[in-house]
């Protein structure tokens, strides 16, 4: 952690206060179990106007969905752009859920601010210091999942450039990080949920759909998150997942992630929701 100053806009000082972030109408860190969910891309108005139905009626609070997709291959699908927007929050206007998406340059900023509720600054993203910027100028909150190589000192202070820009609703997401086990491309942090909370305030939720390899180990991944009392989960979840465009070999079906709501809701329930604050 640098030296050069005493306190951070992140930390912790009062044990028991967290930080609640409100995304549209939807509290983030006020003691309940906030689930997002949705495809990993929008690819039609079909797809996420069905899947959107599907997660409002089980239980999302949240509709996620991308429209810039960061790939690893610049020939994969890198999602529709600002159509996708528009069919995202169409469809989070259906359901009268608000919706989060990824904006991957400080120069989309304004325009996916147009659209989602919530901007999410994804994995790869973590330490570009310009988007960080950006979105700290602007008056969404904003979802800053952790980098695949990052520290929880770097992740942090990836949030304090959001904060030192003027904008203090911030919400950690815990991803997965690489470490030198094969079994899966990363692994879920979820130990690293401890300290974490103990350093700061700010609400924190877990993605267990990028750390898992098929849809059971999303589920039992989410179930382990529940029960550690973090203060949401974002899934993905498409209605055929064969066909998906980008990360369907991981992607529930709308039944499962039905299945998958009422089972982590009754896991973080008799887990006693919070472990900390
Ligand atoms: C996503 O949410 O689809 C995504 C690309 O996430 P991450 O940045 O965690 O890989
Ligand atoms: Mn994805």
Redesign the pocket.
Known sequence: MEKDKKSFLFERTDKGTNTVVTVGDVPIGDGRLVLMAGP??VESEEQIRVTAEAVCKAGANIL?G?AF??RTSPYSFAGLGEKALELLRKAADEQGMPCVT?VLDAGDVALVANYAHML???????QNFKLLAAVGRQGLPVLL??G?GATQDEWLLAAEHIMAAGNHEVVL?E??IRTFEPSSDVSLDLGGLVPLRRRTHLPVIV?P??AATDPATVGLLARCAAAAGVDGL?I?VHPDPLHAR??GQRALKPEGFSTLVSQVLSVFDSAGGKFLG
């Open positions: 990993c891309s996620r991308g997709k960061p990824e999410q600054v994804g994995a790869r993203s973590m999942k952790r695949m997401c991803r997965g993605d759909s990028h974002i993905e980008s990360d």
